[in-house]
T-cell receptor, first 115, second 115 residues
Framework: AQSVTQLGSHVSVSEGALVLLRCNYSSSVPPYLFWYVQYPNQGLQLLLKYTTGATLVKGINGFEAEFKKSETSFHLTKPSAHMSDAAEYFCAVSDRRAAGNKLTFGGGTRVLVKP | EPEVTQTPSHQVTQMGQEVILRCVPISNHLYFYWYRQILGQKVEFLVSFYNNEISEKSEIFDDQFSVERPDGSNFTLKIRSTKLEDSAMYFC?????????????FGPGTRLTVT
């Protein structure tokens, strides 16, 4: 069974500072990897995904993530935080062998951006 | 831009009552999903649906739950006899096709409160 661990349920950053959200997964084969963002009272919006190819993937709103197979990680970064980045971020994986591709989510990290 | 819609946004029901949560997936999508998020907990997979049948379901999705695509556009989740522990945010999602790795698009959710 797959599992996802997000280190830190809450992260506080200053505006303009680096945002780093950690995600580690457990899976017998490297899964598909996703980061979703949830703004207050809204659904989950895809930030970026890794399926194959280049391990550094760029997403919307200046976010990027790097797949590191040896570390079973897919950490999310943004060089300079903006107030609008305040939200909850979810790392998720799906089994590339399964046609249904259900998502298994981490616990989420709530980001607070201080002015 | 096409989006997944869900109705109602908030449903309050009494324990033991039946509820139907409705979703309209993106029109050319073929895979459909329900997830739920109990307050303070992870987003959990409930069920996936493809070609008018369930393709996978979780342990949570017991005989009290059912899904249906009654008219080719709506995708519904029915809970036959609600329990207090069914109180959660329920998310519908859809995916475009059979090719592996396509992301799931989420609706804004229905908050179900069982009293």
């Amino acid at each position: 069974a797959q599992s996802v661990t997000q280190l830190g349920s809450h992260v506080s950053v200053s505006e303009g500072a680096l945002v780093l959200l950690r995600c580690n997964y457990s899976s017998s084969v490297p899964p598909y990897l996703f980061w979703y963002v949830q703004y207050p009272n809204q659904g989950l919006q895809l930030l970026l995904k890794y399926t194959t190819g280049a391990t550094l993937v760029k997403g919307i709103n200046g976010f990027e993530a790097e797949f590191k197979k040896s570390e079973t990680s897919f950490h999310l970064t943004k060089p300079s935080a903006h107030m609008s980045d305040a939200a909850e971020y979810f790392c998720a994986v799906s089994d590339r062998r399964a046609a249904g591709n259900k998502l298994t989510f981490g616990g989420g990290t709530r980001v607070l951006v201080k002015p | 831009e096409p989006e997944v819609t869900q109705t109602p946004s908030h449903q309050v029901t009494q324990m033991g009552q039946e509820v139907i949560l409705r979703c309209v997936p993106i029109s050319n999508h073929l895979y459909f999903y329900w997830y739920r998020q109990i307050l303070g907990q992870k987003v959990e997979f409930l069920v996936s649906f493809y070609n008018n049948e369930i393709s996978e379901k979780s342990e949570i999705f017991d005989d009290q739950f059912s899904v249906e695509r009654p008219d080719g556009s709506n995708f519904t989740l029915k809970i036959r006899s609600t329990k207090l522990e069914d109180s959660a945010m329920y998310f519908c999602a859809s995916r475009v096709g059979l090719a592996e790795g396509y992301e799931q698009y989420f609706g804004p959710g229905t908050r179900l409160t069982v009293t």
